[in-house]
């Protein structure tokens, strides 16, 4: 087994939390290494790309997030064999990534400005893609997004159904996920009762 | 062998190429549906994310350009097996998404905003992607990105490299390649030698 270990910041939720979870899930020891947000000015010049999360493995630095989580699901068994099955669950964690990014695009941005792209974005892209994603649910069968069975694609959905249920994104309302893809939130529900992820957040005394 | 047909513009570059590349190289049947430009604004609405490429497979469609691509390359013999190789083959592409994310991003802007943006992008992320990329293609031996053989990682960044150095981006030197990553240009040539990408480029009248 290779030396791993997982450089992100220090919260629960996130780019990195879905390799977090698909570790501890298949049970695979790995550092766990979280920094503080009042270090990442420091830290950031050190990554590759200037971002994280990143993985070492045997010392070696793997970057960008569904790289990541997609090597961490090959070894915890949370990634599809099946070519078609892989495809599916690699278009889930793209789309995912894609709204990500307009996310972070406007999250240091005046508050002006952040408010009026966000508003924009909950008009136009973020229910165009929720809806799409609860689509591609539904066609493979409503429970999961590929295989029929939780795989890494399913926790990178549950970030993001997560983050934008929070209420920790100001100026995208809460109900969003709620009004046009409901059954995103069955599916986070379907997600979380997992009892290896009920077990990981338990022991990191957070509550789901 | 299933039913194929790729959905993207028609030119010889963009998210689309690499998966028409590698289904050709690989002698893979598939319906090259090219749209006309003048046609985008019709056919967006009837794509799932409203982007292209897509991929139709026995009638099924796939969205996300690196899923495409990373499912052709799996019916190709274009992705390495190898759980790292594989990784490093996806981050490749990956970094290589997010540049042309931002390309994409000053596409439509006033010509003030776009020199502007791209102006800093030419200062700072483009350089330091185009660093760090040339630095993981010497770590891996130097020609491939991936598994020390041509992969769907190569091919994926010869058509930034193209892009970027071909002159269709305004505001975007086209030495910059040259200047920050001169070994990216190495690849691109070692790329566009491989015999079967020379006489797809030959079928297609490119002269490349």
Known sequence: MSDLKLT???????RGEPARLALSMGGVPFVDDRIPIAEW???KAGTPFGAV?????????LTQSNAINRYVAKLTGLYPSDFWQAALCDEAMDAVEDVVNQIGSTMFLPDDE??????????GMFPLYLKQLSKNLEENGGRYFADDRLTIADLKV???TRQLTSGILEHIPTDLVERVAPDLLGHFERVMKDPSIKAYYAKHGVEV
């Open 53 to 61: 999360p990143t993985l070492q493995v045997d010392g070696k630095t």
């Open 114 to 123: 952040k408010k009026s792209k966000r508003e924009a974005l909950t008009e």
């Open 41 to 43: 000015p420091e830290r």
């Open 158 to 160: 549950a970030m993001l």
């Open 8 to 14: 992100y910041f220090d919260f629960h939720g996130g």
